[in-house]
């Protein structure tokens, strides 16, 4: 009965179905499945093909992204049974994300929050406009292990180096690592900042994350 | 020819309908449609309020208006079908008429391929300059945008160093993409106004125009649209600049794109008229497709090419000039990929007369300046400029008495008619027509020769100077903003 109802779990979120996997993701507690087995043998089976199959360039990005949205869903409702059992879901770390001060661009970072909560990160999205007081605030309110700041314009890129000096001088470093995004971004401007990661597109934004948590095996 | 000459597309011969006059009507519906239920976010004060003044429907706590679709075709009919871009030499203003394709540089780029090391490194103001330069002497080049950023300057005020350096490095029509607060364009404003002598003159002769970026989908950015009111509000023209991409920040299918690019394009455009009527104003559009696999902006592939062949039937529809993103590359150096998404996307733009190509010389989807790629992209607009002009034909054309003169066999090397028309043949610079074997010996490509003309231009070319005390008082303009 399980098994079947894993594949189907599997299948919601190959199909990126967010109604089904929720309602999957119901149905498991009625059945008094244990929420942590069905997040492993069921959803995570699901975003793991997906993943491979984006690796062999068969799936594409919005098929990546509907995945990890499905699974967002199927989580949301198992994570309340999980803590009523005392147990949480093993992370792979916490990642504050946001858009710097003065800048509105955001597609590019809610593509990375997306990818990283779906390979395992717990990610909190400050969203757009963000004075560094409010990022760092908010990554040692959550204990976050990376902050991820994404710019569009050279104007306002200088704010990450902002955030980077204020970690610095406060000595948050490198306990909580920087990656750093957004088009105009560059391999120089990285090394000058002194950020510990930065990648191109939000697929490589999760190996990189990865590599920070020192997890690159995962 | 005089270094002053400028090289523009007019009366094509060529022709393309890449949409149908139902076709056109049914977007421009459905993006009415769109605007009215949907809304579009204005995220600034001022705009707000213009809106509501106007009976659009304002949330202001989201930011979003919706609009009745004859409050916006009422304001759209106010803006004027074609103006001028004034140069800071006269006789290098451009027309925005319909029948004109004038090619601006590209911008705004964050990496320069270095003119002597050939090494890429991070864009400074001296680029500025430099690309300025060369782009005065260039007479493909009609008009500038700030090719890329001067990042060696203060943030506060990088938009007016780099607009001053264009300005003293070229006489050509200055559009910057780079102004997009309203403190920099109140600034640049006055320092339009220094090179007309005044700012009641600007309306006249408009040195300066300003592109702003919207925020797709659906949006804009709250101190592009207070710099854009400024602008408009002394004649400066302005338009709104689309780069919604399929599958990111646009609907995937192409039609669905055109509409959200077009319902913030003219939202935006509409506010302008609402707020200043008979403002010149421009549509300015580069959408493309995104990468499948990392969700980029591609700047190129055959969406790319449609768009741009596209997006001027519909500036047409609102009967306002476009400026259209063309000759953008996700090539990483002057190729194969670079040639063909330059030819194409410049050639789909230009046979529909797109008013201003936006432009030459950019690697890497307009991040990466190139001195060659500038220098190539340049013969491409040379040879899409000859192909507009397409076949004429008349008595002489038809060649009737060479023809019989050289009569079956023969050859055509020793007639009149050849030495009276051979000019008329494209002669490339950069195409690589020679014997093998001379090519053997050497090895080196159009990118060689292409750097080494930049080279020498840089070198050479000296612009007329820009008056001292002007640039004194651009000095004292931008340290005002620099506090």
Known sequence: MSEELYKEMAQSIIDGDSDISTELAKKSIELKMHPLETITKGFVVGVNYIGDQFGLGEAFLPELVMAGEAMKAAIAVLEPELLKLGETRQMLGRVVLATVEGDIHEIGKTLVGTMLSASGFEVVDLGVDQPADNIIGKALEINADIIGMSALLTTTMVRQREVIEELDKEGLRPRIKVMVGGAPITRDWVTKIKADGYSEDAIGAVKIAKDLVGKGDQ | ?483
């Open chain 2, 1 to 483: 020819m005089s270094s002053k000459t400028i090289k523009t597309i007019s009366n094509p011969k060529l022709k393309l309908e890449v949409l149908t006059q139902e076709e056109v009507i049914k977007i421009h519906e459905t993006t009415l449609q769109i605007i009215e239920k949907v809304g579009v976010r204005f995220p600034s004060k001022r705009a707000l309020e213009i809106w509501e003044a106007n009976g659009a429907d304002v949330n202001y706590e989201k930011k979003i208006v919706r609009v009745k679709p004859h409050i916006i075709e009422d304001a759209l009919k106010k803006a004027p079908p074609a103006y001028k871009l004034a140069a800071r030499d006269p006789q290098q203003d451009l027309l925005l008429d319909g029948n004109h394709v004038n090619l601006g540089t590209d911008g705004c780029g964050v990496e320069v391929i270095d003119i002597n090391t050939g090494e890429k490194r991070t864009s400074c103001l001296q680029d500025v300059r430099d690309i300025a330069r060369i782009a005065d002497a260039t007479e493909e080049v009609a008009f500038h945008w700030v090719a890329v950023s001067a990042q060696d300057a203060p943030v506060e005020a990088r938009g007016l160093h780099e607009l001053k350096a264009v300005w003293e490095n070229s006489t050509k029509h200055v559009q910057t993409e780079s102004v997009y607060n309203v403190e920099e364009a109140k600034a640049a404003i006055e320092m339009a106004a220094l090179i007309v002598g005044g700012k009641d003159k600007l309306r006249e002769r408009p040195v300066l125009s300003l592109m702003q970026c919207t925020a797709p989908p659906l949006g804009h950015d709250g101190g592009s649209l207070d710099a854009a009111l400024l602008a408009a509000e002394f004649g400066i023209p302005t338009g709104f600049m689309t780069m919604a991409a399929c599958a990111t920040t646009g609907p995937t299918t192409m039609a669905g794109n055109l509409v959200v690019g077009n319902a913030e394009v003219i939202a935006g455009t509409a506010l302008l008229q609402l707020a200043y009527p008979g403002a010149p104003v421009f549509y300015a559009a580069a959408q493309t497709a995104s990468d499948l696999r990392t969700g980029a902006y591609t700047g190129g592939g055959p969406e790319d090419f449609l768009f741009g062949a596209a997006t001027n039937i519909l500036a047409d529809f609102y009967n306002i000039p476009l400026s259209m993103g063309s000759f953008a590359t996700g090539a990483k150096e002057p190729n194969w990929q670079a040639g063909l998404e330059g030819s194409l996307s410049t050639f789909m733009a230009s046979i529909v007369m797109s008013d201003m190509l936006l432009g030459c010389g950019f690697l890497h989807g307009s991040r990466i300046w190139s001195f060659a790629e500038m220098m190539l992209d340049c013969e491409i607009f040379c040879i899409i400029h000859k192909m507009m002009q397409g076949i004429e034909v008349n008595d002489e054309t038809l060649a009737i008495d060479s023809i019989a003169a050289v009569g079956p066999g023969g050859h055509y090397l020793g007639q009149k008619h050849t030495r009276k028309h051979m000019r008329e043949l494209f002669m490339p610079q950069f195409m690589d027509r020679r014997p093998y074997s001379e090519w053997e010996t050497k090895k080196d490509d159009a990118r060689d020769w292409a750097v080494s003309k930049a080279r020498k231009t840089l070198k050479e070319h000296q612009p007329d100077p820009l008056d001292e005390n002007i640039s004194k008082e651009m000095d004292r303009i931008i340290k005002s903003v620099e506090k």
